[in-house]
T-cell receptor, first 112, second 115 residues
Framework: GQQVMQIPQYQHVQEGEDFTTYCNSSTTLSNIQWYKQRPGGHPVFLIQLVKSGEVKKQKRLTFQFGEAKKNSSLHITATQTTDVGTYFCAGRGSSNTGKLIFGQGTTLQVKP | NAGVMQNPRHLVRRRGQEARLRCSPMKGHSHVYWYRQLPEEGLKFMVYLQKENIIDESGMPKERFSAEFPKEGPSILRIQQVVRGDSAAYFC?????????????FGPGTRLLVL
């Protein structure tokens, strides 16, 4: 079945350093969404990418969707302690019913 | 505009008991998705429902688990004869039309602990 792999599983950075998490799908995706989950919280929608090669920015966050629509990345510039949490990518296949296939997530810790 | 509501937020059950988890989607949303998150893991799709219909249950365990979304009232995820391995966070998400490009909005989750 369709799988979405995400690396790294954990990342510890010093405040001010950059952070990147990568997402790879075993099949071509129709779109990909990114979520952030704080400890004890629920996934909060960040962004959706639909087009091949698409790049979107939200302040210090940059999201990319690969040309083949099988991989994606989230890059955070100059991390802050408020960026702490687990970042999940979630993909939709071209033929599924709308369910999201989540990656395992990358947990970001930021040292002040 | 109230978000997705789930209750209870925390549920403790002993092995063999039943667990009922409720989800009220956002106003105007008629599509509900249930996901399970084990500790330190990502979310795993369980079931997708529309009012009175199960659209996709490919992620549901074959036994003990069932889901419904009646015409009136919340969606219910029911786990019969719970076992310790059922301990997890169960999240419900909703969307308006169920089409592939829609965002899914997640509720706060129900944390189930089986003793």
């Amino acid at each position: 079945g369709q799988q979405v792999m995400q690396i790294p599983q954990y990342q510890h950075v010093q405040e001010g350093e950059d952070f990147t998490t990568y997402c790879n799908s075993s099949t071509t995706l129709s779109n990909i969404q990114w979520y952030k989950q704080r400890p004890g919280g629920h996934p909060v929608f960040l962004i959706q990418l639909v087009k091949s090669g698409e790049v979107k920015k939200q302040k210090r966050l940059t999201f990319q969707f690969g040309e083949a629509k099988k991989n994606s990345s989230l890059h955070i510039t100059a991390t802050q302690t408020t960026d702490v949490g687990t970042y999940f990518c979630a993909g939709r296949g071209s033929s599924n019913t709308g369910k999201l296939i989540f990656g395992q997530g990358t947990t970001l810790q930021v040292k002040p | 505009n109230a978000g997705v509501m789930q209750n209870p937020r925390h549920l403790v059950r002993r092995r063999g008991q039943e667990a009922r988890l409720r989800c009220s989607p956002m106003k105007g949303h008629s599509h509900v998705y249930w996901y399970r998150q084990l500790p330190e893991e990502g979310l795993k799709f369980m079931v997708y429902l529309q009012k009175e219909n199960i659209i996709d249950e490919s992620g549901m365990p074959k036994e003990r688990f069932s889901a419904e979304f009646p015409k009136e009232g919340p969606s219910i995820l029911r786990i019969q004869q719970v076992v310790r391995g059922d301990s997890a966070a169960y999240f419900c998400a909703s969307s308006p039309l169920g089409v592939w490009e829609e965002t899914q909005y997640f509720g706060p989750g129900t944390r189930l602990l089986v003793l």
